[in-house]
């Protein structure tokens, strides 16, 4: 089995609540590729079994691989499973430090740019900085962000970089408020964290399991409770889980789905491609695969490629437009790139690769679920839970929800449209149609061309009457001149023709195919 099928059953498991079996998993395919994505699911399986100091191992680890990588995306990722595996292990100092240095990378700075935060302490060592003054610095930001206007409103919200800075920012408002609470030199007051760690591969202690009150375990009567306990702060549930507080994304299902896709189309690779009637040639631009380790899984409209690091999810799937022989289809890995060729199950032209619905439909329905949990969601969240539990049939109503209002929406724009073109106001006479010029400037001394009213249908036409010409020509050639176009046109493979005897007859005419194109062999 290959590692990222085991990693893949590994996430789902964890997302079942099965975390052991999970982690079990996860391991065996860490064993053969070390992933920063995977380390940091392991992380998030260990903090929800309290292994806090092994969910803080693979955290770092994930940190000090996605840096080598020079990867900003899980650098953050990893910055922020550190801090919420920190305020678990009531390091607050820590908590804050490495939350602020999600928020820098998130800003742009240079992942090697020391920020100095780690050095604010007092005279007795203890961290000095202040909840207002984090507060403050977050006001600061948000209206520097408004005063920006549109464009930088529309930067801020892209992507997951919204959820990750709402993440970390309150994951220091957790942390500072907790350790406001504590006394003058407390542990939890201290900082001990560097900013990217080189861990070892094992953990250099044994795993040590902080007991953290859970919500659900304390009683309605606080009376019961000791007095120290009924003044000891409440922890609120979304913190022990390592979620998000459900007031700071308050998202629909639409917005969770469009996040989704936009992670997907950031993580696209390049591909190119031509046909025959028989085949599919396309090459996926993706540099220094392994040879020995790449898997290619084809299905009946699908190939999926795997292990590519430089994507989240480990592989590349690509959907297309018709379908294939799955059992011929036959692959070549190249240090830029693979090449698949795919064998078509009806003969015929495709005219494009991908299935139009590749960009908008759901991927398999664990990635998304997958997607919206690590966000904090549950079905019920979106509103659309008519399945009592089934997650199948929750994705289906999503599914079937998204497409029918795209369908009715862009049914009521055309029928909209077409109502302005085809009814005409009676109080004005239809104007006459004038020939627009193209939307860019032209230096053309004869004016703009309206390209579209340009007859596309004569190329046919003109190749006709190109063999006209030279079957013409080679007619009332001499035989001298017939000679030399014989033999010219022959010894150049088609790329040469020469009506001059005198000079074919001493001459070997090479190959010279037009700038661009690259001669072969009918067996390459």
């Known amino acids: 089995m290959s590692a990222h099928v085991l990693a893949s059953e590994g996430v789902n498991l964890v997302k079942a609540n099965k975390y052991n079996e999970g982690i079990e998993k996860l391991t065996q395919a ?38 080598d990588r020079a990867n900003r995306d899980l650098m953050i990722e990893a910055q922020i499973r550190r801090a919420v595996t920190l305020f678990r292990l009531k390091q607050y100092a820590d908590t804050d430090v490495c939350a602020y240095w999600a928020l820098k990378l998130l800003d742009g700075a240079k992942a090697s740019e020391d920020h100095g ?6 005279e007795r060592g203890d961290y000095a900085v202040t909840l207002a003054e984090a507060q403050e610095l977050n006001a600061k930001d948000v209206q520097a962000k408004k005063e920006a206007g549109l464009q930088s409103a529309m930067a801020s919200g892209r992507s997951k970089d919204s959820t990750n800075r709402n993440l970390a920012f309150s994951w220091r408002i957790n942390a500072l408020q907790a350790m406001e609470k504590l006394e003058a030199g407390a542990s939890g007051r201290k900082v001990t964290v560097v900013q990217y760690p080189k861990p070892s591969d094992t953990p250099a202690v044994a795993t040590k399991k902080v007991q953290s009150e859970r919500i659900t375990e304390i009683e309605d009567d606080d009376h019961d409770e000791p007095e120290e306990e009924q003044n000891k702060p409440k922890i609120p549930q979304h913190i022990l889980t390592g979620e998000a507080p459900r007031e700071i994304v308050p998202w629909t299902w639409d917005d969770v789905w469009n996040q989704f896709q936009a992670e997907h189309r ?21 540099k220094n695969l392994p040879k020995d380790s790449v898997k290619v899984d084809s299905r009946e409209q699908s190939v999926t490629v795997s292990p590519i690091a430089i994507i989240p999810t480990g592989s590349f799937t690509l959907d297309l437009q018709g379908k294939i022989k799955p059992e011929e289809t036959t692959y ?9 060729v795919l064998k078509k199950e009806v003969p015929g032209k495709w005219r494009v690769l991908r299935n139009s619905d590749a960009d908008v439909k759901f991927r398999e329905r664990s990635s998304f679920v997958a997607h919206a949990e690590n966000l904090g969601f549950e079905p019920t969240a979106f509103q659309t839970d008519a399945s009592n539990g089934d997650l199948d049939a929750w994705y289906d109503n999503i599914y079937t929800k998204l497409f029918s ?44 061309k309206n390209w579209e009213k340009m007859d596309v249908d004569d190329e046919d036409e ?20 017939r000679r030399a176009m ?22 070997n005419y090479k190959t010279e195919p037009p700038e661009g194109a690259e001669a072969k062999k009918w067996d390459e």
């Open 486 to 507: 014989m033999k010219s046109y022959i010894e150049s493979n088609g790329t040469s023709l020469s009506t001059s005897w005198s000079e074919a007859s001493k001459k």
């Open 30 to 67: 860490l064993k053969s590729q070390k992933a920063p994505m995977w380390l940091i699911e392991r992380s998030k399986a260990y903090l929800r079994t309290n292994d806090f100091q092994l969910a803080l191992h693979d955290a770092e680890q994930a940190l000090s691989i996605a840096y």
């Open 405 to 448: 209002n795209t369908t009715s929406d862009s049914t009521a724009t055309s029928a909209s449209q077409a109502k302005k073109v085809d009814e005409p106001s009676a109080a004005q006479p239809t104007p006459e149609a004038k020939p627009s010029g193209p939307a860019y400037p032209t230096s053309s001394k004869s004016g703009p």
């Open 332 to 340: 070549t890995v190249k240090s830029m790139k693979v090449e698949l």
């Open 117 to 122: 935060i780690q050095n604010r302490v007092d």
């Open 266 to 286: 950031k993580h696209d690779i390049r591909t190119d491609w031509y046909e025959t009637d028989t085949t599919a040639n396309v090459s996926l631009f993706v």
């Open 462 to 481: 003109d190749e006709a009457n190109v063999d006209d010409f030279f079957k013409k020509l080679y007619k009332d050639a001499d035989p001298d001149t």
